[in-house]
T-cell receptor, first 110, second 117 residues
Framework: GENVEQHPSTLSVQEGDSAVIKCTYS??????FPWYKQELGKRPQLIID?????GEKKDQRIAVTLNKTAKHFSLHITETQPEDSAVYFC?????????FGTGTQLKVEL | GAGVSQSPRYKVAKRGQDVALRCDPI?????LFWYQQALGQGPEFLTY????????KSGLPSDRFFAERPEGSVSTLKIQRTQQEDSAVYLC???????????????FGDGTRLSIL
């Protein structure tokens, strides 16, 4: 089955800096790559997604890049703000389910 | 409703009891998913429905876990003879179209936090 690895597990940045989270996956059939933000005790919220026919997608301060050959994709957050502090999960889709990474705890410090 | 709704938000049960968790998906969403999220981990897939048909139950950890969606809308996840390792947050998600996860944004509910004593 699919295996998704996510790094780093924790990330601390200063307000205004950029944050990068990376994921690798094993199943070449995966064709959908969403990122979710989850605050403590809350639901995972979809923040951006990318499909396998696209290499990069940007939405304001958030961007995702995908390298299908190398089977890795990354989340980039620019100009970080304290409200960006949360756990971020990458996931891959293909077939009937999403397979999630283990999460990255992002802390944006003032 | 505006989003996926789950009830109860919290459930405490004694080991050996049966529990039932409810999910109201976004109106009109064809696909419905259940996930289990252990503390500090990512959600793990349990089962998938397309309308009332359960097309994938490969993630259900044992035959004590049972899910249904009889009218293609509300779904119930039932756990029989609960054990301590069943303690987790159970998340429901829905998506608009058919076809499982392929190219389909999944929208999650707040989950049910289940604690087995």
């Amino acid at each position: 089955g699919e295996n998704v690895e996510q790094h780093p597990s924790t990330l601390s940045v200063q307000e205004g800096d950029s944050a990068v989270i990376k994921c690798t996956y094993s199943d070449s059939a995966s064709n959908y790559f969403p990122w979710y933000k989850q605050e403590l005790g809350k639901r995972p919220q979809l923040i951006i997604d990318i499909r396998s026919n696209v290499g990069e997608k940007k939405d304001q301060r958030i961007a995702v890049t995908l390298n299908k050959t190398a089977k890795h994709f990354s989340l980039h957050i620019t100009e970080t703000q304290p409200e960006d502090s949360a756990v971020y999960f990458c996931a891959t889709g293909g077939g009937n389910k999403l397979t999630f990474g283990t999460g990255t705890q992002l802390k944006v410090e003032l | 409703g505006a989003g996926v709704s789950q009830s109860p938000r919290y459930k405490v049960a004694k080991r050996g009891q049966d529990v039932a968790l409810r999910c109201d998906p976004i109106s009109g969403h064809v696909s419905l998913f259940w996930y289990q999220q252990a503390l500090g981990q990512g959600p793990e897939f349990l089962t998938y429905f397309q309308n009332e048909a359960q097309l994938d139950k490969s993630g259900l950890p044992s035959d004590r876990f049972f899910a249904e969606r009889p009218e293609g809308s509300v779904s119930t996840l039932k756990i029989q003879r609960t054990q301590q390792e069943d303690s987790a947050v159970y998340l429901c998600a829905s998506s608009l179209g058919a076809g499982g996860s392929s190219n389909q944004p999944q929208h999650f509910g707040d989950g049910t936090r289940l604690s087995i004593l």
